[in-house]
């Protein structure tokens, strides 16, 4: 019997609040990918679905920038949302179909990751990123 070979994480996902004008917080879903670009600054491009307590993120894949504007860095996709509270199964699914099931628990002030798989396609964290 082969080996199953373990796949290393491609996506960082940081799960946060960022301050908006209009709304007090937001919370954001920046999805990056592990691996930098030197000639462009992709698009991840993001499809999201919440029904119930369950958040579906599929990533779609990438694309250029309008843009063609020379640059480099990860590929970045972004969602917020202003409404969510609660523990949801939040699923992220790759164009592949590999996919990711994790608990978590966001309230007014917080989101903490209560459960994650074993192997993940995608590292998941709660650490704020300055957005540019």
């Known amino acids: 019997m082969a080996n199953k070979k373990k796949t290393e994480p491609e996506y960082r996902l940081n799960i946060f609040y960022r301050p908006d004008v209009q709304v007090q917080k937001k919370l954001a879903f920046l999805v990056r990918t592990i691996q930098e670009f030197v000639s462009f600054r992709y698009h991840v491009l993001?499809?999201?679905?919440?029904a119930g307590n369950r958040i579906q993120l599929n990533i779609a894949g990438l694309s250029a920038p309008s843009a063609l504007m020379p640059g480099g860095g990860p590929a970045v996709g972004f969602k917020e949302y202003s409404h969510l509270r609660g523990n949801y199964s939040l699923v992220v699914k790759k164009l592949d179909g590999a996919t990711n099931e994790f608990r978590i628990d966001i309230d007014t002030e917080q989101v903490r990751i209560l459960?994650?798989?074993?192997n993940p396609v995608i590292l998941v964290s709660t650490e704020q990123v300055i957005l540019s």
């Open 46 to 50: 993001l499809k999201d679905e919440i």
């Open 115 to 118: 459960e994650s798989p074993k």
